[in-house]
């Protein structure tokens, strides 16, 4: 049973729109909530994470987190082509830095 | 600051031969991890140690699969006799202490079994 699940699978939009990613995770008691970003080749790379219900914004990124409904979402305002990677949530086990991941969402933005 | 440093970054073995994966963890990070992706697993947890101290190891295959810390600066992912169900990436990473931190992965290492 796959704890961390991703939506949707893949996205293409054009440059500047607003990116919307959603994650549905199983724990409500987890700890925090991360995004990752992943460029083909590479290993992931810690975009921001989450730990209270609500929002937090850092810089063009905003993620939501409802521990009730078990979902955070991450929106990119003004996306560039830079922007195009696999996009990975992922659940903090017990607060110990041991990461589920979900399968995560490919996004293309489009020139 | 180079980053978390893995060798190779590829390597092809055939069925049955053992592989030895290499990760230097950034300099003054005390845990480590260890991660395998797969297009159909996607990115699972395999190891992970503290202080070179082996603290969970739940996502190790029982069999074939080991791994070691014998210093700050280093540690391996061993496979005996792999077969062709390991090919995959492997991604190391590491973090200041272990807890709720940002992780810090490697370029990973492909290993394809034949």
């Known amino acids: 049973q796959e704890k961390v699940q991703q939506s949707p699978e893949s996205l293409i939009v054009p440059e500047g729109a607003m990116v919307s990613l959603n994650c549905s995770f199983s724990?409500?008691?987890?700890?925090s909530i991360w995004w990752y970003q992943q460029h083909p080749g590479k290993g992931p790379k810690a975009l921001i994470?989450?730990?209270?219900?609500g929002n937090k914004k850092e810089g063009r990124l905003t993620v939501y987190l409802n521990r009730a409904s078990l979902h955070v979402s991450l929106h990119i305002k003004d996306s560039q082509p830079s922007d195009s990677a696999v996009y990975l949530c992922?659940?903090?086990?017990?607060?110990?830095?041991?990461?589920?991941f979900g399968q995560g969402t490919k996004l293309s933005i489009k020139p | 600051n180079a980053g978390v440093i893995q060798t190779p970054r590829h390597k092809v073995t055939g069925k049955g031969q053992e592989a030895t994966l290499w990760c230097e963890p950034i300099?003054?990070?005390?845990?480590v991890f260890w991660y395998r992706q797969t297009i159909v697993q996607g990115l699972e947890f395999l190891t992970y140690?503290?202080?070179?101290?082996?603290?969970?190891d739940s996502g190790m295959p029982k069999e074939r699969f080991s791994a070691q810390m014998p210093n700050q600066s280093h540690s391996t992912l061993k496979i005996q006799s792999t077969q062709p169900q390991d090919s995959a990436v492997y991604l190391c990473a590491s973090s200041f202490w272990g807890g709720s931190e940002t992780l810090y992965f490697g370029s990973g290492t492909r290993l394809t079994v034949l």
């Open positions: 140690f503290r202080n070179q101290a082996p603290i969970d």
């Open positions: 994470s989450i730990f209270s219900n």
């Open positions: 300099s003054g990070h005390s845990a």
């Open positions: 724990d409500s008691a987890s700890q």
């Open positions: 992922a659940e903090d086990d017990y607060n110990q830095g041991k990461l589920i």
